[in-house]
Structure formats: structure tokens, C-alpha cells
Nanobody, 123 residues
Framework: VQLQASGGGSVQAGGSLRLSCAAS????????MGWFRQAPGKDRDFVAS????????IYADSVKGRFTISRDRAASTMYLQMSALTPEDTAVYYC?????????????????WGQGTQVTVSS
């Protein structure tokens, strides 16, 4: 299974972006999925996750109320709608497919990783 993240770019603070993550097959349609991000010189941190059925969403405290994760199982695609962006959101964003059906905030819960898409927020 390959995951392709897209939708990153450069935006000013307060702006919005929508990331997409397309799976090459429907093999992950019954798996949880998630978004992580990695800023330069920092660890890869959890952002948001979603269960196989679109429920069970979990968000990092830093993005609650600003980011929304969703998925379209029929299209094998996951999304991350990001709004009210700040420079602290600047990072490479990675999508991931979980080992199981449920939502997880732990990196160890994921087996499949996309290549990442850069998000840059300027002040």
C-alpha cells in the first residue's frame, strides 16, 4: 500500500489549507489513519487520527478547534482541513495507515507512511 500526501503549500498566518492523502488501494479502508508532522530539528508529532468508520477522531491539543480530519472510504482518501494556521504549524505533514481499525495517537500504531507534504505558514 502506498500513501500519497498532497495539498501542502505556503500560506500566511490565519489562512487555511486542505491536505489530502490518497491510498493506492482500498486495503486500508478498514484501518484507522492519521496525520503527523515534523518541524525541522524536531520529532515527528501526532496531529490527528480517525478510525476506519470515520469516527473516533483524536486531535493533538495544539490543533483542536482548528484542524478537522475526515475520510472518504470509497475514494480511499483522507483529509486534513487546517484553518487559523500559525507559524508554529510549519512542518512536513505525513499521513499514515494504522495497524488496526481504530484511531491512534501513537506512532507505533502505524505501519504505512506517506512521503510528506510541506506546509509553511508565514507571519
Amino acid at each position: 500500500v502506498q500513501l500519497q500526501a498532497s495539498g501542502g503549500g505556503s500560506v500566511q498566518a490565519g489562512g487555511s489549507l486542505r491536505l489530502s492523502c490518497a491510498a493506492s488501494t482500498r486495503a486500508l479502508s478498514n484501518n484507522g489513519m492519521g496525520w503527523f508532522r515534523q518541524a525541522p530539528g524536531k520529532d515527528r508529532d501526532f496531529v490527528a487520527s480517525i478510525a476506519w468508520n470515520g469516527g473516533g477522531t483524536i486531535y493533538a491539543d495544539s490543533v483542536k478547534g482548528r484542524f478537522t480530519i475526515s475520510r472518504d472510504r470509497a475514494a480511499s482518501t483522507m483529509y486534513l482541513q487546517m484553518s487559523a494556521l500559525t507559524p508554529e504549524d510549519t512542518a512536513v505533514y505525513y499521513c499514515a495507515g494504522a495497524r488496526g481499525a481504530w484511531s491512534s495517537a501513537s506512532r507505533s500504531g502505524y505501519s504505512y507512511w506517506g512521503q510528506g507534504t510541506q506546509v509553511t505558514v508565514s507571519s
